[in-house]
């Protein structure tokens, strides 16, 4: 299994400001993903990360908002800009080792932000 | 959408079997039923997945009805530990989509 590394683990931040959410994996993996999980909630797909392309977003999800950035097989950023209250969230990182159904995503650790 | 149905909550007692159930009737031929727990404030953790045929592993045993409708999830000897929301789902994509899943609690 891969393991993922993800910083900040948590992050108290103001409103209107912006936080970089860091994934970093101990190997090459083809497909690296970012999901929300709201306080109470289950979690939910914000986007794929490309490699060397722009991310794919999930329906209301933006890049404004959510810009990603993929510049290796080991390394992906997500930016949450411009913050308020309502993006307090768990933001989590996934990969998977290749593109088919039988292979297992595996997940970080989460990066818990507070904004206040 | 998620393609599955699960209880929203189910009881177990320590040292007993968990049974976790997951309607999944709409599967389509070339769909991995896949499992995940989710122990609080931790990130999401693989458990196993499966086709067609029943599948082991150190975790856990994965039962899947012949018409693949439905499985069942078994913790052999479920502990404190175990206690956690557990995830069916059913993989559309390279991506994993979340239902709301089963809370899990194992009582002393």
């Known amino acids: 299994s891969a393991v993922i590394s993800q910083k900040p683990s948590r992050d108290i931040c103001q409103r209107g400001t912006s936080l970089t959410i860091q994934c970093q994996v101990d190997?090459?993996?083809?497909?690296m993903f970012w999901y929300r999980q709201q306080p109470g909630q289950s979690l939910t797909l914000i986007a794929t990360?490309?490699?060397?392309?722009?991310?794919?977003?999930e329906s209301g999800f933006v890049i404004d908002k959510f810009p990603i950035s993929r510049p290796n097989l080991t390394f992906s950023t997500l930016t949450v800009s411009n913050m308020s209250p309502e993006d307090s969230s768990i933001y989590l990182c996934?990969?998977?080792?290749?593109?088919?159904?039988?292979?297992?995503?595996?997940f970080g650790q989460g990066t818990r932000l507070t904004v206040v | 959408d998620a393609k599955t149905t699960q209880p929203p909550s189910m009881d177990c007692a320590e040292g007993r079997a968990a049974n976790l159930p997951c309607n999944h009737s709409?599967?389509?031929?070339?769909?991995?039923v896949y499992w995940y727990r989710q122990i609080h404030s931790q990130g999401p953790q693989y458990i196993i997945h499966?086709?067609?045929n029943n599948e082991t592993n150190e975790m856990a045993s994965l039962i899947i009805t012949e018409d693949r409708k439905s499985s069942t999830l078994i913790l052999p000897h479920a502990t404190l530990r175990d206690t956690a929301v557990y995830y069916c789902?059913?993989?559309?994509?390279?991506?994993?989509?979340f239902g709301a899943g089963t809370r899990l609690t194992v009582k002393p």
């Open positions: 996934s990969v998977a080792a290749g593109w088919g159904m039988n292979t297992e995503a595996f």
């Open positions: 709409t599967i389509s031929g070339n769909e991995y």
């Open positions: 190997s090459q993996v083809t497909m």
């Open positions: 789902i059913v993989r559309v994509a390279p991506d994993m989509r």
């Open positions: 990360a490309n490699q060397g392309s722009e991310a794919t977003y």
């Open positions: 499966g086709l067609k």
